[in-house]
């Protein structure tokens, strides 16, 4: 016990002098808001402040990292550093990762560092609309990950427009399919919450997943809805998506540019054509919009480009054996299609099979020549040829 009030006293003494003082301690704060931190703190009479930073990481054994330097912040701090007091470190345009524990830091021309721990909690929410409630008489309520500070008063929209400002966070309401609510803080109407719906957004297609002939055109039948107070922004197609990056449109992408088509309107078409189609056209394809603040993508339609490929077993034969001939694609052919059969080039006459299979039997010399295969409807599209002997 008295080693213990030893050691207390010891790091009394040393730590005599030395302070940082937060105005708060813990924030929570709007995603897209600007927050400020602000503290205050004092030294040993004698030594000299020679830097103050800000900091979120510290590794042991390693210098805390100066806010300043960090990538993720760029062009996002302020940090008014007056000498005595009132060391403001201003973030701009929050985000959800800047969600952490601040601390700030100085250290003097002797050698000395001081920490000031525990730091500013900073928690960054978004706003949601969150529905509960029975079939039409619903308990909208407008959420936050965190308690915002300072008592907020929350505004309410139905269908883009104004209807209630209240400091709770619930509005009670008869919630009819064709309108839409979202939620802001006042102050920041800006930064409201995606609005709500029971049925106003949607992007239907009319397949889900589509086969098609190499060179042959498809059209991607789709349409979409949003709600009326809503204008069209952009609307376009796209097949890759990096989480955290914006999709790119198609019609921009290398290799896409001038190939595909956009037949959609800024109503409710959104159809895409794509011509003259390439094995490396099959992909997942998906459509999305973006309204003045929404933003709405569809589910992919996947797309299969198939070529038709003639399989002949065996290619070589004796005069009296049989041929078997297949008409071979990926996938299968929506309608199901009807097949032709073609000897140099010629369509074999009453040979059109609903099968894929074609059977020569009890071959002669005179079956020797090329064999080709086709899909009703894309004549123009055979398959490549293949050569049949037929020995004596
Ligand atoms: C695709 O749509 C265009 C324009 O509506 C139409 O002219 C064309 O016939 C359609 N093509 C196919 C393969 O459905
Ligand atoms: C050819 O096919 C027919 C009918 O299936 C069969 O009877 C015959 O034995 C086959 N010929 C040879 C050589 O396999």
Not at 35 to 62: D, N
Not at 305 to 315: A, F, K, Q, R, S
């Amino acid at each position: 016990c008295n080693s213990l009030v030893f050691c207390d006293c010891l790091v009394f003494l040393w730590l005599n002098g030395w302070s940082v003082t937060y105005t708060t301690q813990s924030i929570c704060a709007l995603k897209g808001s600007t927050v400020k931190l602000t503290c205050s703190y004092t030294y040993r009479i004698g030594h000299k402040v020679t830097s103050t930073f800000w900091f979120t990481k510290w590794g042991t054994g390693v210098e805390p990292e100066d806010l300043g330097q960090e990538p993720e912040y760029a062009g996002r701090l302020e940090y008014h550093g007056d000498k005595k007091n009132g060391h403001n470190l201003i973030i701009t345009d929050l985000r959800e990762r800047d969600s952490a524990e601040y601390k700030f830091r100085f250290k003097t021309d002797q050698n000395g560092k001081y920490i000031g721990s525990p730091g500013v909690t900073l928690s960054v929410t978004d706003l949601q609309v969150k529905v509960t409630g029975g079939h039409q008489d619903k308990t909208l309520t407008c959420i936050t990950t965190c308690t915002l500070t300072d008592n907020p008063t929350y505004i309410w929209y139905k269908n883009g427009h104004k209807v209630k400002e209240d400091t709770s966070s619930l509005y009670s309401v008869y919630f009819s399919d064709a309108d839409s609510y979202s939620c802001a803080v006042k102050g920041r109407e800006d930064l409201h919450s995606p609005a709500v719906c029971q049925k106003c957004w949607s992007v239907i297609y009319t397949r889900q997943s589509i086969c098609a002939l190499k060179g042959s055109t498809v059209n991607i039948s789709c349409s979409y809805t949003y709600p009326s107070y809503h204008e069209i922004k952009k609307a376009f197609w796209f097949t890759k998506w990096e989480s955290g990056k914006d999709p790119e449109d198609l019609s921009s992408v290398p290799g896409y540019e001038g190939h595909i088509e956009y037949l959609g309107d800024k109503k409710s078409d959104c159809t895409l054509r794509i011509p003259d189609l390439r094995l490396s056209d099959s992909a997942g394809y998906r459509f999305r919009f973006i309204t003045s603040g929404e933003r709405f993508a569809g589910s992919p339609v996947s797309l299969t480009v198939t070529d038709v490929v003639l399989e002949m077993d065996p290619t070589s034969v004796s005069e009296r054996e049989n041929v078997t001939l297949t008409c071979r694609t990926k996938c299968t052919l929506d309608p199901i299609t009807v097949y032709s059969w073609y000897k140099n080039g010629q369509p074999i006459p009453n040979s059109n099979t609903y099968s894929p299979v074609y059977r020569l039997f009890s071959v002669s010399s005179e079956d020797t020549g090329r064999y080709s295969c086709a899909v009703e409807g894309h004549e123009d599209l055979p398959s490549a040829e293949e050569t049949l002997t037929v020995t004596c």
